[in-house]
């Protein structure tokens, strides 16, 4: 099956700006794979920020945003806060239903 | 709002089934996409499979052959069943709605042990 690849950690300034970017092995990520992208807190569940490439839900905040970079799934953080810290994880649809999570990113704000 | 909750037992031993429920309230269950997804103490997220409300499924290819999802549009919950689970199966179990992945459980911790 397809492996996703992430940045396995970052880090970014208080009020810096940060990409985190998600490939896929089988070539390019487009909008057909309608990307996700969830944040996750120690101890906490998953919460989602992105779907469909860039949509963002009621909860997610403004600085957060979602694109398609050079054959990736991008997650670019503007502005980031000490609140940001935590690990996001991606998430890509093939053929139809079936789904595989990255490996995630550990995002430190420092 | 719709909310999931998690439930099935924290306990499996090894070679033995492991079986989770998710019950939906605060909602319908139709019309949905809905996911298992799974994290082992440590590590990152894993996509088991997903079920639409009318029954068809697609699993994670490497679960198949052990992976079994239903629903109960009646009872308004979906159910997991794992076969053969071995420790490696240890972990947080989550259910979502797939559409969007709007909403989540809490997850619940899942152990495989003798």
């Known amino acids: 099956q397809a492996v996703v690849t992430q940045e396995p950690s970052l880090t970014v300034s208080p009020g810096g700006t940060v990409t985190l970017t998600c490939g896929s092995s089988?070539?390019?990520?487009?909008?057909?794979?309608?990307p996700y992208w969830f944040q996750q807190k120690p101890g906490q569940a998953p919460r989602t920020l992105i779907f469909?490439?860039?949509n963002k839900h009621s909860w997610t905040p403004a600085r957060f945003s979602g694109s398609l970079l050079g054959g990736k799934a991008a997650l670019t953080l503007s502005g980031a806060q000490p609140e940001d810290e935590a690990e996001y994880y991606c998430?890509?649809?093939?053929?139809?239903?079936?789904?595989?999570f990255g490996g995630g990113t550990k995002l430190t704000v420092l | 709002q719709v909310q999931l909750q998690e439930s099935g037992p924290g306990l499996v031993k090894p070679s033995e089934t492991l079986s989770l429920t998710c019950s939906v309230s605060?909602?319908?269950?139709?019309?949905?996409?809905w996911t298992w997804i799974r994290q082992p103490p440590g590590k990152g997220l894993e996509w088991i499979g997903n079920?639409?409300?009318?029954?068809?499924?697609d699993y994670n290819p490497s679960l198949k052959s052990r992976v079994t999802i239903s629903v109960d549009t009646s009872k308004n919950q979906f159910s997991l069943k794992l076969s053969s689970v071995t420790a490696a199966d240890t972990a947080v179990y989550y259910c979502?709605?797939?559409?969007?992945?709007?909403?989540w459980g809490k997850g619940t911790t899942v152990t495989v042990s003798s």
């Open positions: 979502a709605r797939d559409s969007r992945m709007d909403v």
């Open positions: 605060g909602g319908s269950i139709s019309s949905y996409y």
């Open positions: 079920i639409y409300y009318s029954g068809s499924t």
């Open positions: 089988t070539g390019a990520v487009t909008s057909n794979h309608y």
């Open positions: 469909d490439t860039s």
């Open positions: 998430l890509l649809s093939y053929s139809g239903a079936r789904r595989v």
